[in-house]
């Protein structure tokens, strides 16, 4: 294995990093919730939920924040090599997972584990691990 220095980022990922954290700290802390994304989008979508206007400000921020990066700096350009079949079943196998886990990413990988939650290290174990087995076996496996 060989790392691609040019593209080796660590300050940015440290700062992105750092940045995700806090927000999800400042979330829990001024709401009384954890930031799981999915669960905020479900919560949100669902009919007379409360705390609706947090919660649409929370993903709206999500969605402008490649619009406010823009002001600084290029925005990364975005490469998907599957099509719109594996992207749609990707998805739809995400959704999956994050409904029957009880959660996501950002619900158990960052803020279940910082609040050292058994369920979410687990959910966060199964997640990784599943997504390690299957870049091995698509790249390593099948050459795709």
Not at 55 to 77: D, E, H, M, T, Y
Request: charged share 10%; hydrophobic share 55%.
């Amino acid at each position: 294995m060989s790392i691609d220095w040019m593209n080796f980022t660590p300050w940015s990922a440290l700062a992105g990093g750092a940045l995700i954290g806090l927000a999800a700290a400042l979330f829990v802390a001024f709401n009384g919730r954890v930031a799981g994304i999915s669960g905020l989008l479900g919560s949100l979508l669902a009919r007379g939920g409360e705390g609706r206007g947090e919660k649409a400000l929370f993903l709206l921020g999500l969605l402008l924040a490649p619009l406010l990066w823009q002001l600084f700096a290029a925005l990364p350009v975005i490469e998907f090599q599957g099509g719109w079949l594996s992207l749609t079943l990707a998805g739809l196998l995400v959704g999956l997972g994050s409904r029957y886990g009880a959660g996501c990413t950002s619900g158990h990988g960052v803020c279940g584990i910082s609040r050292l939650s058994p369920r979410s290290w687990v959910a966060t174990g199964v997640f990784m691990g599943a997504g390690f087995i299957t870049v091995f076996i698509l790249r390593h496996l099948l050459g795709a």
